[in-house]
């Protein structure tokens, strides 16, 4: 899958888990998820995150700084998941 493909799914992923009421196309690559200037995700929609990327990518984030730097924006999300060692879920 290429970097659009999986930017999109991830997206997708996030309206779906976290009930967001805008679509995938409305969420920026850049965006922050969290803080000022954000889509207004709050500390439940993190760890529905961090599920969500275990289950469906096989991303397991191990810490809460790793968490903060991996849920930062959709970016972000989409370098985590394509660092993920051969023979990952995503593949």
């Not at 096989?58 to 394509?82: C, D, H």
């Amino acid at each position: 899958m290429d970097q659009t493909q999986l930017k999109t799914r991830l997206k997708e992923m996030m309206v779906e888990n976290l009930m967001l009421k805008i679509s995938a196309a409305e969420i920026g690559d850049d965006q922050p998820l969290f803080g000022p200037g954000s889509l207004g995700l709050d500390s439940v929609d993190a760890l529905q995150l961090v599920v969500a990327l275990d289950k469906n990518f096989g991303l397991k984030i191990p810490n809460p700084g790793e968490a903060k730097k991996t849920l930062e924006n959709i970016n972000a999300m989409a370098a985590a998941v394509q660092a993920l060692p051969p023979g990952s879920k995503a593949e």
